[in-house]
Every structure is written in C-alpha cells, then in structure tokens.
C-alpha cells in the first residue's frame, strides 16, 4: 500500500555522502527506487480555482517546467542538502549560472571585481557585458590580496572569482576576499567548479553565491550540460536571482537534471578517486625531464600550498603542465598520447588534455594570456578514473618523443 507521504525520510542526521545518495528525493505513488523522471513541459489543474491558486501560492505546486519541475527539484534539493546552501536554481550549462548570478544583480552604475586568471568566457562575460552596460569592471591578480585591498576600497556590487583558476590553478584566498569584499558592500560569487564541493566549501569561508558547472564532475561522465546557483540568502535568491531565470528561462532541461541527480550519487567516490591519482601524476611529471613546472594544487611546490591546505581538503583532479619548449612540443605531445584523449571538457571519468592556448583561450590578446599565465608550452590535464599507472605511462611516453 502506497504511503501517503511519498518525500524521502528527513536526511537532516546523514553524513555528506549519505546526503549525494537520499537528499531531495521525492517519490511517486509508485514508490519506486531510482528517481522518477518527469519529462513534461507543464501541469495540469482540476479546476480555474486550482490554477489561479497555484500561480499565487508558494512555489510548491508545478505550474510549467521554465519556473520548476519536480525531477528538477530534486537535483537542486540534493545539492543543497550537500553543499549546506537554502536555494539553488538549475540552468542550461555552467554558463547560463555564471551569466544568471552575475547579472541578476547588476545593472548600470555599479561595480563589479575579479582576478585576471578567469575561464575565458567567464572573463569575456565580466569585461565585454559590463562595457556594454555601463558598469564598471575592474580585474585584479587573485593571488594579491593588496591588490584585492586597493580594487574593494570603493563601493562594489559583486565579486566574482574562481579558486583554483582555470586553467592556471591560482587559488584565492576565499576568507580574506569576502571579509574585503562585505566591507565594500559586495556579494562574492564563486565559482567552485575545479574544486567541486567535495574538496571546498566557499559558504564555510564567506561566500554568498556558489556557482558550478554541472556539466564537468558533478556529471562527470561526458553526458550532458548543466549549471546550478546556489545561496543561502532565500531573500536573495527568491527576490533577485530566481525571477530573473525565470524570465529569462535559461532553465535545464528534466532529462539533464535527470542525469546529474545520478551523477550526484557517485560524486564524492569519483572527485576521491580522481583527486588521488591526480596527485600520482603530478609527483611523476614534477621531476621529469621534459618538464619545465608542473602546477597541481596538491603539491607542496605549489606557491600557494599553504593556502590550498587551509581552504581545500585535497589537491582536485587538474593539473597544469608547462613543457620544456613551445607550441610545436606540445602539440607531439598531445599527438602521441594513446589513451589520455584530447578535448576541452574537464571534470570527465576519462583522463582528457587540451592547449589553452589554442583552443580553450585562445581568443584572448598576447596581454591576457600573459596576465593569465597562457603559454604556448601549457598544456591542461584533467585526471580521469583510470588506473594511475596507465595514465603516467601513457605520459611518459608521449613525453618521450619529445
């Protein structure tokens, strides 16, 4: 017999890895175990009092899957129950909750500061939309705090920044930018995609906005795009970000947050597994000859070890290699490579590599990838479930041929 309350038990007393399992669930009538999935557009109502009630309730009836959608619900549930945040809104791609977070709160006249080392459409959505706009975009080195000082001695409406960049692995300092960045009277968004909320907690440290790119470890198996805000601030959320997607419907589709709430579930195993063998590689390549610097956040020559140990509980799954030579041993490199696979994603259960500077950033000015460490020698790897002595042999000999 079927019960009458179909939610999931109260996860309020599970563990963080119980919570990626049981967070959010919320069951039919058919009381089934995997997750239903609801590919529908819109609801139905039994009477026009039934549908004008619920387009002023709540929330908690469905009216059309733009606003929400109850397999929706249940990935941006999970995630908050995870990640200890009171609202979240799920998007189309990591993006769509870049742009959503970030501009929802702007508009002209006001401020906005971040660090140079940035996704490059991250970057291009801070400088190119702020000109257009009329607000003021100032970009600072992340790793600076002075520099920090300086830029949020003003008035600023929002500070954006990831940690670790992407691609240089710059880590910035989340406790000391927020404390700043609240003086200023800015919102901090981060962006925590490398680290995944399995290695940081930026809300732990300050931040107000969290931002991911589902698409990359959250998923993690290469099988669709999606993004996701979350903030702890419901009046924030509801009165500022939430109309704003709304409106503008960057919403994810119900297959998509489908998927992901499957991929929730083996989240921590996956970013542990990959974290462990990222640190394998590193150490290998850290003293390889054909080597010039490798930067992996786990490391203790990282130049900002201290800081990583302080704010994140492991090293992640990327790394940044910068080859002895340029352009041209790169590419032999990544061209000899047998079973680590070229390709811009990241966050993926099979180890992938990509050339900034041609590909992921390469339209930015010789100055930009300057200012962001982009090399023509820099190669990014994302660390993948395989077996870790696979992946530092398949390394070692393209690096041979070098």
Known sequence: ???????????????????LVHGGVRRSSFDETCEALYQTSGFVYGSAEEAESAFVNDGSRHVYSRFRNPTTAMFEDRLCEYEGAAWAYATTSGMAAVHGALWSNLRTGDRIVAPRSLFISCYWVIKELSA????EAVFVDGTDLSQWEEALAKPTKVV???TPSNPGLEVVDLRAVSALAHKAGAK?????????????RPFEMGADVVIYSATKHIDGQGRCLGGIILTNDKQYGSDVIHPYLRHTGPTISPFNAWLLLKGLETLELRVSAQSAAALTVAEFLEGHAKVERVLYPGL?????????????????TMLSIFLKGGKE????????????????????????ITHPDTTTHSKLTVEEKAAANIRPNLLRLSVGLEDAQDIVEDLDRALASL
């Open 160 to 162: 954006f920044l990831e």
């Open 329 to 352: 041993e790169a590419f032999r490199a990544l061209n000899d490579l047998r079973m680590v696979m070229i390709s811009n994603n990241l966050g993926d259960s099979k180890s992938l």
């Open 1 to 19: 017999m079927a019960r009458t309350d179909h939610r999931n038990p109260n996860v309020a007393g599970l563990r963080p890895r119980s919570r």
């Open 188 to 200: 901090v968004v981060v962006d925590n995609a490398f680290a995944t909320p399995v290695l940081q």
């Open 300 to 316: 203790p020559s990282h130049p900002q070890h201290d800081l990583v140990r302080s704010q994140m509980t492991g090293g992640g």
């Open 132 to 135: 257009r706009f009329g607000v």
